[in-house]
């Protein structure tokens, strides 16, 4: 295959899949991971993807908002994973917020029965939890986002300020060390940041591909997340630099 054409391969590959890590490229087109390495690099020189740490993320329509569809099926065993684990930290009495990512469906499905309050902006969130006799559940209203179904704008983060929380459960779409957190849609990136305002401390729900990644709107620095909850292939590097930020990490196996 000749170079040119893998490089249009990869591409094609990056933006299929969403997030696709070096290892992974290196198997499907029978290169040495360094070869991928160099590819990403120039790829990303050429502003077709960008780089996260272990692999690539696609910046295609990146502010426009992926379907919950194509978010279901993108890391759906991390996400799974990191969702059990967080419902753990979820107590009787808990008033908390779950904003609209795909890793907040999955606690909805797998959280117990319990006396809660539960505020979020997915509708797909809130119609999972109505099957929860002692879950209150709280839709913020507001503009409907059609392809991630949840609402954002003035009035959702009004409805929110009305609030206050212990938990805020909350996703982006990058993590990176000196920018912070981040998404690629400016709305969602807007309540995020008030969903970690009127909370008593923010847990960031994050997959490893997230690492590394600065995508289109900051949401808020990493020294105000309390805790982290990714999978077990988050490097090393990044374990070291949350730590020093006095961010707790919490590593699930997958």
């Not at 507001?142 to 009035?155: A, E, F, I």
Request: proline share 2%; aromatic share 4%.
């Amino acid at each position: 295959m000749l170079v040119a054409e893998r490089h249009r391969k990869i591409v094609d590959v990056v933006n299929e899949k969403l997030s696709v890590r070096v290892t992974e490229l290196s198997k499907i087109f029978k290169v040495t991971e360094e070869t991928i390495r160099r590819d990403l690099e120039k790829l990303e020189k050429e502003n077709l993807l960008r780089r996260s740490h272990g692999g690539a993320v696609s910046i295609q329509d990146e502010q426009t908002e992926v379907s919950y569809t194509e978010r279901e099926i993108t890391n759906a065993a991390q996400k799974r994973a990191i969702a059990i684990e967080a419902v753990k930290l979820i107590e009787p009495g808990d008033q908390i917020v779950l904003d609209a990512s795909t890793t907040a469906w999955y606690m909805a499905k797998e959280m117990p029965d319990l006396p809660l309050t539960v505020l979020t902006n997915s509708i797909k969130v809130a119609v999972e939890l109505s099957k929860k006799e002692q879950v209150r559940v709280i839709s913020t209203g507001g503009m409907l986002q059609p392809k991630s179904l949840s609402y954002v704008g003035p009035l959702a983060e009004r409805s929110l300020n009305m609030y206050h929380v212990n938990k805020a459960f909350i996703s982006c779409k990058g993590v990176h060390i000196d920018a912070g957190l981040s998404d690629s849609n400016e709305w969602q990136a807007l309540l995020k940041k008030q969903m970690m305002f009127i909370a008593d401390q923010t847990i960031l729900l994050a997959d490893s591909t997230k690492f590394g990644v600065r995508t289109f709107a900051q949401i808020k620095e990493i020294q105000n997340i309390g805790r982290v909850i990714t999978d077990d292939s988050i490097d090393d590097s990044y374990s070291r630099a949350l730590e020093e930020k006095g961010v707790l990490l919490q590593i699930v196996k997958i």
